[in-house]
């Protein structure tokens, strides 16, 4: 079983700024959390990762809360081109993966 | 820098054939990890390789093998194909110097069996 919760499906409109939340109340002191997304049928892409302290590059930031339960997701200025099913992983980012089902993200003109 | 690469990209197979799929990591990486995704599912462990031996596995029979060769790149080997094995297969690399390192993923190969 996924050690992540995450919505099933998510809108947001072109511009904005696209806030996903996962909820990983079980994690460990030494597990990552991870963000990858999957555009239709293509592998899983790398977006971002964090342990305690929120991080930040080209293409979204992660805030972990201080209990480190739960992560939100941020692409500043969401395009179309983000239309994707985004999986919250929380796991030692070099063994095996556990995805759930991710949120299927999709940006509205 | 080529990312991880797959083939082939599409695969079509009856029941009870053979199939190898091959996977080649991320320049620098030495570590591969291979996974299955199920229409409509997130993408399953099956195994991992470093220095060319299986180093943990996920819940799958015997029937899925592999291998990893001295280059890093890596095979995955399915015997007595069932239509549930019916997925795209993904390959994910890394560097295997410490757990915290970031798995990166190939586009997958797509197969369907008959």
């Known amino acids: 079983d996924a050690k992540t919760t995450q919505p099933t499906s998510m809108d947001c409109a072109e511009g904005r700024a696209a806030n996903l939340p996962c909820n990983h109340s079980?994690?460990?002191?030494?597990?990552?959390v991870y963000w990858y997304r999957q555009i239709h049928s293509q592998g899983p892409q790398y977006i971002i990762h964090?342990?305690?302290n929120n991080e930040t590059n080209e293409m979204a930031s992660l805030i972990i809360t201080e209990d480190r339960k739960s992560s939100t997701l941020i692409l500043p200025h969401a395009t179309l081109r983000d239309t994707a099913v985004y999986y919250c992983?929380?796991?030692?980012?070099?063994?095996?993966?556990?995805f759930g089902t991710g949120t299927r993200l999709t940006i509205i003109p | 820098d080529a990312g991880v690469t797959q083939s082939p990209t599409h695969l079509i197979k009856t029941r009870g054939q053979q199939v190898t799929l091959r996977c080649s990591p991320k320049?620098?990486?030495?570590?591969v990890s291979w996974y299955q995704q199920a229409l409509g599912q997130g993408p399953q462990f099956i195994f991992q390789?470093?220095?060319?031996?299986?180093?943990q596995r996920g819940n799958f029979p015997d029937r899925f093998s592999g291998h990893q060769f001295p280059n890093y790149s890596s095979e995955l080997n399915v015997n007595a194909l069932l239509l549930g094995d019916s997925a795209l297969y993904l390959c994910?690399?890394?560097?295997?110097?410490?757990?915290?390192?970031?798995?990166?993923f190939g586009p997958g190969t797509r197969l369907l069996v008959l």
């Open positions: 079980t994690i460990s002191g030494n597990e990552y």
């Open positions: 390789y470093y220095e060319e031996e299986e180093r």
């Open positions: 994910a690399s890394s560097s295997g110097q410490s757990y915290q390192e970031t798995q990166y």
């Open positions: 320049s620098g990486h030495d570590t």
């Open positions: 964090g342990l305690k």
């Open positions: 992983i929380a796991d030692f980012g070099n063994e095996k993966l556990t």
